[in-house]
Structure formats: C-alpha cells, structure tokens
C-alpha cells in the first residue's frame, strides 16, 4: 500500500489551513480557530493539490485514483464520486497549475525594469510552495523535457515565457541573438 502523501494532513484538520485569495498575496487571509472546518472547495483544493504532486512524482500514467485516495484518506469510490474520473481529477489539477503558472508568469512580465523583479516572482513562488506544494511540484515537472503528461504542453509554453520574462533583464535582444564563435 502507498503511504500517505504530506499534505493530505490537511483533509483531516479542523482547523483551517492559511489559504491564500485568488491574488495570493497576503498569506494572513485564513480562517484560524478551533472547530472551524474545511469547505467542499478548500477539501477540493487540498485533493488537488495532493493529486498533484503524485501526478507530478509519478507522471500521469503511473498514477493511479487509489493512490490518490489513500494519500488523502478517501475510498476510491468516494474519491471517484467526487471528481468523476482520473481523466477529470487529471484536468482539474492542470487547470488549477495552468493558474499557477500565468499568476507568475504575469507577475514577472509586470515587473520586467523593476531591479526586485526576480525577488518578486520567487517570493510569490515560494508563496505558492508553501500553501500548495503539489500544484508547484507538477508546475516545474513542465520544465522536464521528458515529462509526457496529457495536458502539459501549455504548462510547458507558460513556463518558457517565465524564463523569457525573467531573463529580458539581464540581456538585450541583440545580446540573446548574438552567435557564439566556436
């Protein structure tokens, strides 16, 4: 049997997590204090995320819903009732990481003459790693050449625009165009 993921610690608290809104700036907007529980959609967010760094370990053909489910304490049928499919928990969490992804990458094109803009984009990064670990883990498997999952070549398009964005500060177009005598 497959041992629990760590962050399905999450989908048994009571306690609410600190959950960032949709511009995940201000990690202080969580719900703190005994007795208050998850909703369905924080639930959701935390199966995701789970899904997500399982997908991201394992690659989408080697993952299975059961071990999705047990790292996040759910049957299989429940788990199944609730998102439908693997196909559909597989979508759900592309969708969620595609958001992830233009969050930064949007951040970074913002902030392409500021002089922090690294500083910026890896603190929003980090942000992100901190409340959702699963959904940055699959985000950077985009950056695997040999990473084959359904779904993953926008994920890859959105990440090599990071890269573009956050490398126009250190060179000019000439510069990344220039020919490199052998």
């Excluded at 529980?37 to 935390?46: C, M, W």
């Excluded at 394992?58 to 299975?64: E, F, P, R, V």
């Excluded at 047990?70 to 979508?91: I, T």
């Excluded at 959904?135 to 695997?144: G, K, Q």
């Amino acid at each position: 049997p497959v041992g629990r993921h760590p962050a399905s610690r999450c989908l048994r608290r009571t306690v609410l997590m600190p959950h960032s809104g949709p511009d995940w700036t201000d990690l202080d907007q969580g719900r703190t204090g005994a007795g208050m529980r998850q909703t369905s959609a924080e639930i959701d967010h935390a199966i995701l995320d789970v899904a997500a760094g399982i997908f991201a370990t394992h690659g989408y053909a080697h993952s299975s819903v059961q071990q999705i489910a047990d790292a996040v304490g759910y049957s299989k049928p429940g788990l199944l009732h609730q998102f439908g499919s693997k196909e559909a928990l597989h979508r759900a969490v592309l969708a969620e990481v595609t958001e992830t992804v233009h969050d930064v990458v949007d951040l970074a094109e913002q902030h392409t003459s500021s002089e922090d803009q690294l500083a910026r984009v890896m603190e929003r990064v980090t942000r992100r790693a901190l409340d959702r670990p699963g959904m940055v883990r699959m985000m950077l498997r985009a950056f695997d050449p040999t990473a084959q999952d359904p779904g993953l070549e926008d994920i890859q398009g959105s990440a090599y625009r990071l890269v573009d964005a956050l490398d126009r500060p250190m060179s000019t177009p000439a510069e990344r165009l220039r020919i490199v005598p052998g």
